[in-house]
C-alpha cells in the first residue's frame, strides 16, 4: 500500500495526459461492447422485415459502426503514443532522480555496494516500471470495462445462465489471488539474479587487464556461468508459475463455453431461451475472457513494475551518511591551519578502531608527512578531513572550524586530492583538466598544465589539448595521467593539499618530474603527504608515524633520526 502510494506521486506532472489516456482506454472498451448489440438489431431487422427495410437499415448501421471504428482506432493511436510517451517520461524522471540520489550516497555506501546492481536498478528496473506505469492502468481499466459490462449484458439477455458463470469467475479470481503472492516472490528474486548477472560482467569487464594477465578466463568464465545459470533457475521458478496459472486459468475459460454450451442447450429445451440469445452469448463471452489474457500478462507486468520499484525505493530511502549540518556554515577565506583532536574513527561494518585517539596540528601553509606500513590508517587519516567518512570521536578542525559544521560543498573546494589510482573521465585533455575550475579559461589551463611539467608532452601530441582521453580515448603513461591529475588540482587551487601515495605507481625517472610538480604545488599550502619513498618527504615541516591505530613517533627528520626509532630503522632499510 506504502509503495503504491509512493508509485502513484509519480503520476503528478501527467495527470492530463493519464486521464485522457484512461478516457480513450473506456471508449476503446465500449465499441467494442457495443458491437454484438448493433449485430442484434441487424438479425432482429433480418429475421422480421422485407428485404427492403433492410437494405434501409443498412445504411445507418455502416455509418454508425464506421464512426466507432474511427474514434476507436484514433483512441488505439493515443494509447500507443501519448500513454507510452507517459510512461517514458516517468522513466525518465525517476532514472535522473536515482542518479542524483546515487551522487549524494556516501562513500560508505559504496564501500559496500556494487555497481553492476546499481546499473540494473537504472536501467532494467526502471524500464519494467515505466511499461507497468502506463500499460498498468490503462489494461486494468479496459478489462474492467470489458468484463463488468459484457457480464451485464450476460445477466441482461439471460440471467439463469449467467449465474453458474459467475460462480466459475469467482473460483478463478481466488485461485488466481493464491497464485499471485508466489508470482511476486519469483519475479523479486529474478531481478537481484540479473543484477548478480551485471555485476559479474561489470566486474570482469572493468579487471580485464588482470584477467587476461593471470590468463585466468576460465576463472571468470566459470564465476560468471554461475550466476547466468542461476538467473535460469530463477526464471525456471518464475516460468512455472506463470505457465501454471495460465494453464488454469484457459481451463477455467474452456469450462465458461462449456457451461454455456451445456446449461443454455438445457433451457432452450426447457423453452427458457431462444437460440438467437445463445448466439449472443458465445459474441459476449467472448468478449468477457479476453481481457482475461490482458489481466494474465498484466498480472506480470504488475509483479515485475513493482519490484523494480521496490528496489528503487530502496536506494532512494537510503539517507546518505554524510551530510551538511542543518546549520552548516561555508568555509571562507581560508588561512589553513588543520587541526586533529584526540581523533578516533573505525570503518560502520567493523568496530576496531583504525585511529584511536589521534592529534596533530599543521599551522597554515607548512606540511606534515605520514609514514607507516601498508594498512595503519594513513589514507583513512586523509579521508576524514573533506569527511568522506565522519569521526567516531574527537573533532578535525580548518582554521579552528569543526568540519562537521561546514557545507560540504565549501570545505571540499578547498581541499585538493592527488592519489595513486587516477581517473581521467571520457573527454578532451582540456575538459579533464577543467575538472577542477569549469569555468577556466584557456590561458589557466594551459599555464597549470605547465606547473604540472605536462605542457610540452600535450603540445606533443597531434591534436594537443583537444586529444580525447579515458576509457575509449588515447592511452596514457600513468606518470602522463599523474601530471593532469595535479594539473587539476592546480587549477582548483586549494588551500589544503593531501597527497596519498601520489608517486609510488611509477617509475623513478616520472616520480622524479612529478616530485618536482609537487614541490611546487604543495608551496604555500596546508599539506598532508603520504609516500612510500621516505626521500620524498624528509623536507616535510613534521614527520608522524603511524602505527598501532596511533601515532608512534613524531619530530623532524633529523630528530627521528636521532631518536633511533621505527622511523630511522625505515630510513636504513631505505
Ligand atoms: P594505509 O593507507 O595506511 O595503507 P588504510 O587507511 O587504507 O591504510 O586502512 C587502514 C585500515 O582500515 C585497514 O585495516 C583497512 O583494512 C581498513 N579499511 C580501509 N578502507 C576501508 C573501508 N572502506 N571499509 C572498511 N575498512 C577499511
Ligand atoms: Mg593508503
Redesign the pocket.
Known sequence: MYTLKKFIRYYGPYKTVFFLDLLCAAIISLVDLAFPQILRTLTATVFTEEPSTILKALLPIGLCLLIMYVIQSFCVYYVGYQGHMMGAKMERDMRQQLFDHYEKLS?SYY?QNNSGQMMSKLVSDLFDIAEFAHHGPENLFISLIKIVGSFVFLFLINWRLAIPLLILVLIMLVFSMKQNRRMQETFMDNRRKIGDVNSSLQDTLAGIRVVQSFANEEVERRKFGKSNQAFLHSKDANYSCMGNFMGWNRFFQGMMYLVTLVFGGLLIARGKMNAGDLAMYALYIGIFVSPIQILVELIEMMQKGFSGFRRFLDVMETEPDIVDAPDAEPLTDVKGEVSYENVSFH?S??ETL?LDNISFTIPAGRSIALV?P????????CSLLPRFYDVTGGRITIDGKEVGKLTLESLRSQIGLVQQDIYLFGGTIKENIAYGKPSASMEEIIEAAKKANIHDFIMSLPEGYDTFVGERGTRLSGGQKQRISIARVFLKNPPVLILDEATSALDNESERWIQKSLEELSRNRTTIT?AHRLSTIRNADEILV?ADNGIAERGSHEELLAKNGIYAHYYQMS
Open positions: 562513500f564501500d570503518y561494518d567493523d583504525v607507516g601498508s594498512g595503519s590508517g594513513k589514507t583513512t587519516i603520504i603511524v
